[in-house]
Each structure stands twice: as structure tokens, then as C-alpha cells.
């Protein structure tokens, strides 16, 4: 295989152990590991294989994305939930820019339109920014490739930005309809430029590696040690999504706070310059990059051959056919599934339609990838607990005393949990447990990333019941207004109270959110990686749709409900997704 010229020093192996880099290898062999090497009793260890500098320009062009995503959609719940700041409003508010000021209590607005208009369009951003992958991951597998479609995506972006940016300007924002018609059209470009994007930046970077089966290398110490794929993947992608929220946290942290000092127009510029960066990065990397051509009908083929096996199995009667169908979750390819009836070594060539090119190893990779799908299907009700981020405890904040603090600073807690748990996670905490002999296997991680969000539902549902016990207004928190300046009356907690809510939730994405990503890329044929890929985000855009017909829950007095009920669910689908999936656990390619 090749070897980075930029891999890590010999030295990190002792901070490191689980990192391979090119000093510190003397002999690559070419011959895969045996099956004793690879599980038997004397089993050699297993370590990642180096990253190239190539990894780390895509995953920079991946925080300037995030900086500018966060950076902007931060903003949007103060956007249109409070008005702009009244003429002579509290000291340092400026009523042409939506600037809260430097007060206690001065939160910026623009529109007016109250917390449940506020979490409604956040809700539909979330939504239409996780249905437009489904499209470009298509156009991506089967036309123009992952760098050309990331390419068209940018550019779009950027078209959304400018029109955020025009919403805001003091001559724009003044004029409420006005205002509004200019902002939504600006979130529904930035959905289409940001969901082009997604699906296609995190296969991208992970195809730099060219690591695709286990490989032995052997140390200057003498010991032999297996370059795992599975620990590669895992390694890039935790440290992507390391890139993805140092972005996030100076993209929220600064806009929240030129959003307040200064006003609306500079919070949406400033994301919009740093992104005009990325078309740069993205020129310098286009011979440099490894890029997977088209697949042309791979998603077509799998369709097909999806049909093709269910005419076996087809019964009028549902649920005779549900009892007739093997469940192939987690079985091997060679025991009786689902697929048998479409691998083409058991259909007669004659009767094989003109379509069916593949072989049989091409119907495990779709059996795979449609198994994948099936784990996905539960990954909505974790969703739901983690979008809260977004609206619902942006608002909460702005119920509880903030001491000078932007309502929106908490929640980059988030990023900086991650910031700081991600490099512990895969560089200390996985290793340990792979040491001792326990399995950190994908099924378990996901599982208890659900419990974990659970868990901030919980606390976020507690804290609400004590902020309607203090607030002046009562169960009215969130409309609690002082007649004289506009300003909020706050409950006397602390805003920081919500701290453990957001360390949780962090916690949780990296067991399930990043697991997730992960494992749609270990188990996606390279033809449908893209689609795979979007199908995992895509769960996003089913929990926004949940989310939408529970906005009701969003607003006074119903908070406490709002934050059970989101718990609860994440608590039972953890439980269920456990239970139904925990056979894949006995599949050693997802061991990781």
C-alpha cells in the first residue's frame, strides 16, 4: 500500500498506540493477515493506517463550511423570534441593526414572530437541509462525482449567504415583510448549497486513504501489527467531526456576539467571507485528491435487484409475507437471506435479465448497504432529542438570567464538549477498551449515544419546571417583557444551568452521530456511498417532520412536555434499536 510522506512521527506510537506512522514501519507486507492473526489467541494488534495531508485540506474546507453554517444558523432562532430592539431600548441596542447591547438581559431580534414561528422555520431548515442529499448523492454516484457536485454546492452556498446578508442590512431588516421574504429565501438556498455538500465531503475525505482490507506492517521494535480499515475510518472520521465543531464553536461563539454588539448584518457577513476561502482550497486539491469516477446506474442496479429478490418472497398478505421473509439482519452472505433468489450464480443465465451484470459479490455489498438503511430507520427519535439545540434551548436560555451573556452562547458547549472528548475517545478511551478485550462495537455505541440524549432531555425537562416556578410571569416565561424598555425578566437562574443538558447531548454525538457516519460508509458499496450516506442524513429531515407536528409542544406552558416527551423517545429507541440489532454485533466487519 502506499505510504503517506506526512504521517506521524515514530515517537507518537508511545502517546498513541493504536497509530501507525511511516518511520516507524520497516517491512509492508503484501499478503493479508490469516484468519489466526486476524481472531486467533495470539492475534496481532491492530492499529490505523497513516493519514495523508490531503484528509486535512478537505477537512479544512469542512470547518469553513460548518464556521459559516453555525455561524449563520445560530442566529435564525433571535432572528425571527424577538423584535427588533426598541428605539430607545436598553443601553448599547441598536434598532437599524437588531443589536441587543451590552445589558444584563438585551437579546437581538428582528422579526417579532415569537418561539413557535422561530422553531417552525428552524424545524423546516433542518428538514429541507437533510432532503436535498437524497438528490445530490444521486447526481453524485451517477454523474458528476463527489468533487464536482461538493464543487456546484459551495457556489450555492456562497448565493445564500449573500441573500442572508442582504435580510440583514439596516435599509432591509427595518421592513418586516420585507425582511422575512428575504430571509426565507435565503434559508431555502443555504439548505440546497449545505445538503449538496453533506453527503459528499465526508466519503470524499475518507476515499484519500487507500486502505480497503486488513494489511500487515512490521515495527523497527519487530512487532507485526495488522493496518485495520475499520480503525482508519473511525480515526478520520472522529477527528473530521473534531474539525466540523472547532468550526461550529468560533463560527457560534463569534456571530453570537456580533450579532449582539454590533447587529444582524456583520453575524451573517462575516460566515459568508470565510467561506469564500473554500473554492480556493477545493482548485488546489483537484488533481490532488482521490476521487471515485461516477458509478453511473450503481443506485439503479440496486433497486432493481432489491425487486428482483422480493419477487420471491411477494405475498398480498402483509403480514404472511412479513413472517415468510428471512430476516437477514446481521446474517452472513453465505446462510439463506432475503438476496439468495438475486445472486446471479443461482439464476440460470438464460433467464437472467439484461440488466444483471454484477456478480454475486455485488448483491452482498447491496444486502449490506440495505441493512445499513434498516439501522437508520431509528436514528429519527435520536434526532428529535438532539435538535433541541437549534430552538427550543436557544429560547429557554433567553428565559433565565444571563449576566451580560448572548442567549445564544451556551449551546457552543456542544462543540467544545467534542472539541475536547473526541481526541480523548479515539486516542485513549477506545484503545483501553479494545485492550481489555471489550468489543466497541458500532450497534453498542449508537445505543448508548440514545440513552445519553435521553439524558439531556431529562435535565433540559427538570430545569424548565424550575424556570416556570421563579419567572416573574410564571408558566409565561418565554413572553415575559418589561413594558418600559422591551427588555426580558428573566427567571434568576443562571443560564449556565444548562450546562450538563449540552455536555450530554455532546457526548451522544460522539457515540451515535459519528458512529453513524461511520457506519454508513463501512457498509455502502462504492458506488452508492453518496446515497448511503444521505440516506443516514436523511433521518434528520424524518425527525424534522416529527419535530414539526410536535411544534405545538414549543411554546408556553407545554416546555416540560415538550422535553419529556423527547426523552422518553430517545429512551425507547435506544431500547428498541438494541434490541433489534444487537445480532450485528456478531459480525466481525463491524467490529471496530
Same mark, same amino acid.
Given at each position: 500500500?502506499? @505510504?503517506?510522506?506526512?504521517?506521524?512521527?515514530?515517537?507518537? =506510537?508511545?502517546k498513541q498506540p493504536?497509530?501507525v506512522? !511511516?518511520k516507524?514501519?520497516s517491512?509492508?507486507?503484501?499478503?493479508s493477515p490469516t484468519?489466526?492473526?486476524?481472531?486467533?489467541?495470539n492475534?496481532?494488534r491492530?492499529?490505523?493506517?497513516?493519514?495523508?495531508?490531503?484528509?486535512?485540506?478537505?477537512?479544512f474546507?469542512?470547518?469553513? !463550511?460548518?464556521?459559516?453554517?453555525?455561524?449563520?444558523q445560530v =442566529?435564525?432562532?433571535?432572528?425571527?423570534?424577538?423584535s =427588533?430592539?426598541?428605539?430607545?431600548?436598553p443601553?448599547?441596542?441598536?434598532?437599524?441593526?437588531?443589536?441587543?447591547?451590552?445589558s444584563a438581559?438585551?437579546?437581538?431580534g428582528?422579526?417579532?414572530?415569537?418561539?413557535? @414561528?422561530?422553531?417552525?422555520?428552524?424545524?423546516?431548515?433542518t428538514?429541507?437541509?437533510?432532503?436535498?442529499?437524497?438528490v445530490?448523492?444521486?447526481?453524485?454516484?451517477e454523474h458528476?462525482?463527489?468533487?464536482r457536485?461538493?464543487?456546484?454546492?459551495?457556489?450555492?452556498?456562497?448565493?445564500?449567504h449573500?441573500?442572508?446578508?442582504?435580510?440583514?442590512?439596516?435599509?432591509?431588516?427595518?421592513?418586516?415583510?420585507?425582511?422575512?421574504?428575504?430571509?426565507?429565501?435565503g434559508?431555502? $438556498?443555504?439548505?440546497?448549497?449545505?445538503?449538496g455538500?453533506?453527503?459528499?465531503?465526508?466519503?470524499?475525505?475518507?476515499?484519500q486513504i487507500?486502505l480497503?482490507?486488513?494489511?500487515?506492517q512490521?515495527l523497527?521494535?519487530? !512487532?507485526?501489527?495488522?493496518?485495520?480499515?475499520?480503525i482508519?475510518?473511525?480515526?478520520?472520521?472522529?477527528?473530521?467531526?473534531?474539525?466540523?465543531?472547532?468550526g461550529a464553536?468560533?463560527?457560534?461563539?463569534?456571530?453570537?456576539?456580533?450579532?449582539k454588539?454590533?447587529?444582524?448584518?456583520?453575524?451573517?457577513l462575516?460566515?459568508?467571507?470565510l467561506?469564500?476561502?473554500?473554492?480556493?482550497?477545493?482548485?488546489?486539491g483537484?488533481?490532488?485528491?482521490?476521487q471515485?469516477?461516477?458509478?453511473?446506474?450503481?443506485?439503479?442496479?440496486a433497486v432493481?435487484?432489491?425487486f428482483?429478490?422480493?419477487?420471491?418472497?411477494?405475498?398480498?398478505?402483509?403480514v404472511?409475507?412479513?413472517?415468510?421473509?428471512?430476516n437477514?439482519?446481521?446474517?452472513?452472505?453465505?446462510?439463506?437471506?432475503?438476496w439468495d433468489?438475486?445472486?446471479?450464480?443461482?439464476?440460470?443465465?438464460?433467464l437472467?435479465?439484461?440488466?444483471?451484470?454484477?456478480d454475486?459479490?455485488?448483491?452482498?455489498q447491496?444486502?449490506?448497504?440495505?441493512?445499513?438503511?434498516?439501522v437508520f430507520?431509528?436514528l429519527?427519535l435520536?434526532? =428529535?432529542?438532539y435538535?433541541?439545540?437549534t430552538?427550543n434551548l436557544t429560547n429557554q436560555?433567553?428565559?433565565m438570567s444571563?449576566h451580560g451573556?448572548?442567549?445564544d452562547?451556551?449551546n457552543?458547549?456542544?462543540?467544545l464538549?467534542?472539541i @475536547?472528548?473526541?481526541?480523548?475517545?479515539?486516542?485513549?478511551?477506545?484503545?483501553?477498551l479494545?485492550?481489555?478485550?471489550?468489543?466497541?462495537?458500532p $450497534?453498542?455505541?449508537?445505543?448508548?449515544?440514545?440513552?445519553?440524549?435521553?439524558?439531556?432531555?431529562v435535565?433540559a425537562?427538570?430545569?424548565?419546571?424550575?424556570i416556570?416556578r421563579?419567572s416573574?410571569?410564571?408558566?409565561?416565561?418565554?413572553?415575559?417583557?418589561?413594558?418600559?424598555?422591551?427588555?426580558?425578566?428573566?427567571?434568576? $437562574?443562571s443560564v449556565?444551568?444548562?450546562?450538563?443538558?449540552?455536555?450530554?447531548i455532546?457526548?451522544?454525538?460522539?457515540?451515535?452521530?459519528?458512529?453513524?457516519? !461511520?457506519?454508513?460508509y463501512?457498509?455502502?458499496?462504492?458506488g452508492?456511498?453518496s446515497l448511503?450516506?444521505a440516506?443516514?442524513?436523511?433521518?434528520?429531515?424524518?425527525?424534522?417532520?416529527?419535530?414539526e407536528?410536535?411544534n405545538?409542544?414549543?411554546g408556553?406552558?407545554?416546555l416540560v412536555?415538550?422535553?419529556?416527551v423527547?426523552?422518553?423517545?430517545?429512551f425507547?429507541g435506544?431500547?428498541?434499536f438494541?434490541?433489534?440489532?444487537?445480532?450485528?454485533?456478531?459480525e466481525?466487519?463491524?467490529?471496530?
Amino acid at each position: 500500500m502506499e @505510504i503517506s510522506p506526512h504521517a506521524l512521527q515514530v515517537e507518537d =506510537l508511545e502517546k498513541q498506540p493504536d497509530l501507525v506512522s !511511516e518511520k516507524a514501519v520497516s517491512v509492508v507486507e503484501k499478503d493479508s493477515p490469516t484468519e489466526d492473526e486476524l481472531h486467533g489467541p495470539n492475534a496481532l494488534r491492530r492499529v490505523s493506517a497513516p493519514i495523508p495531508w490531503t484528509v486535512y485540506t478537505v477537512a479544512f474546507v469542512e470547518l469553513c !463550511e460548518r464556521f459559516s453554517y453555525y455561524g449563520t444558523q445560530v =442566529l435564525y432562532a433571535n432572528f425571527v423570534n424577538h423584535s =427588533l430592539p426598541q428605539v430607545n431600548g436598553p443601553p448599547g441596542s441598536n434598532h437599524n441593526t437588531g443589536a441587543g447591547g451590552g445589558s444584563a438581559q438585551g437579546i437581538s431580534g428582528a422579526l417579532g414572530q415569537g418561539a413557535e @414561528i422561530a422553531s417552525a422555520i428552524n424545524t423546516f431548515n433542518t428538514f429541507w437541509m437533510y432532503c436535498v442529499p437524497l438528490v445530490a448523492a444521486w447526481v453524485a454516484d451517477e454523474h458528476w462525482g463527489r468533487y464536482r457536485t461538493i464543487c456546484v454546492a459551495v457556489a450555492i452556498a456562497i448565493l445564500g449567504h449573500i441573500v442572508l446578508v442582504i435580510s440583514a442590512l439596516p435599509a432591509v431588516i427595518t421592513h418586516t415583510t420585507t425582511c422575512f421574504a428575504v430571509f426565507l429565501v435565503g434559508v431555502v $438556498i443555504m439548505g440546497v448549497g449545505t445538503g449538496g455538500f453533506k453527503p459528499n465531503i465526508s466519503p470524499l475525505i475518507v476515499e484519500q486513504i487507500g486502505l480497503t482490507t486488513p494489511q500487515i506492517q512490521t515495527l523497527p521494535s519487530g !512487532e507485526r501489527v495488522i493496518l485495520d480499515p475499520t480503525i482508519t475510518q473511525s480515526r478520520i472520521y472522529h477527528y473530521f467531526y473534531l474539525f466540523v465543531n472547532v468550526g461550529a464553536l468560533i463560527g457560534q461563539i463569534g456571530m453570537s456576539y456580533a450579532e449582539k454588539y454590533v447587529g444582524f448584518w456583520l453575524a451573517f457577513l462575516l460566515p459568508t467571507v470565510l467561506f469564500l476561502t473554500t473554492p480556493a482550497v477545493l482548485f488546489w486539491g483537484r488533481r490532488r485528491y482521490r476521487q471515485a469516477p461516477p458509478q453511473g446506474s450503481a443506485s439503479l442496479q440496486a433497486v432493481r435487484t432489491f425487486f428482483f429478490a422480493l419477487r420471491a418472497h411477494w405475498l398480498w398478505n402483509p403480514v404472511k409475507m412479513w413472517r415468510n421473509t428471512p430476516n437477514d439482519t446481521g446474517s452472513s452472505s453465505t446462510s439463506t437471506t432475503f438476496w439468495d433468489s438475486a445472486r446471479p450464480s443461482n439464476i440460470d443465465p438464460s433467464l437472467r435479465p439484461a440488466w444483471m451484470t454484477f456478480d454475486d459479490a455485488w448483491v452482498d455489498q447491496v444486502r449490506r448497504a440495505f441493512a445499513a438503511c434498516a439501522v437508520f430507520a431509528w436514528l429519527p427519535l435520536y434526532w =428529535l432529542a438532539y435538535n433541541q439545540l437549534t430552538n427550543n434551548l436557544t429560547n429557554q436560555a433567553g428565559t433565565m438570567s444571563l449576566h451580560g451573556v448572548p442567549n445564544d452562547i451556551v449551546n457552543n458547549l456542544d462543540p467544545l464538549v467534542l472539541i @475536547i472528548f473526541i481526541p480523548i475517545c479515539d486516542s485513549f478511551f477506545y484503545p483501553f477498551l479494545r485492550q481489555i478485550g471489550v468489543r466497541v462495537t458500532p $450497534i453498542r455505541k449508537i445505543a448508548v449515544g440514545f440513552w445519553l440524549a435521553a439524558g439531556a432531555m431529562v435535565w433540559a425537562a427538570v430545569l424548565q419546571v424550575y424556570i416556570y416556578r421563579t419567572s416573574p410571569c410564571g408558566d409565561q416565561a418565554d413572553n415575559c417583557i418589561d413594558p418600559h424598555d422591551g427588555s426580558v425578566r428573566p427567571s434568576p $437562574i443562571s443560564v449556565w444551568a444548562q450546562t450538563g443538558c449540552y455536555v450530554l447531548i455532546a457526548l451522544s454525538e460522539i457515540f451515535a452521530s459519528i458512529t453513524s457516519m !461511520e457506519y454508513a460508509y463501512s457498509k455502502a458499496p462504492p458506488g452508492l456511498r453518496s446515497l448511503i450516506q444521505a440516506l443516514a442524513l436523511f433521518t434528520n429531515a424524518i425527525s424534522a417532520a416529527l419535530g414539526e407536528a410536535l411544534n405545538r409542544l414549543s411554546g408556553d406552558p407545554l416546555l416540560v412536555w415538550n422535553y419529556s416527551v423527547f426523552a422518553v423517545l430517545a429512551f425507547v429507541g435506544g431500547c428498541g434499536f438494541m434490541v433489534q440489532f444487537r445480532g450485528l454485533d456478531d459480525e466481525d466487519a463491524l467490529t471496530l
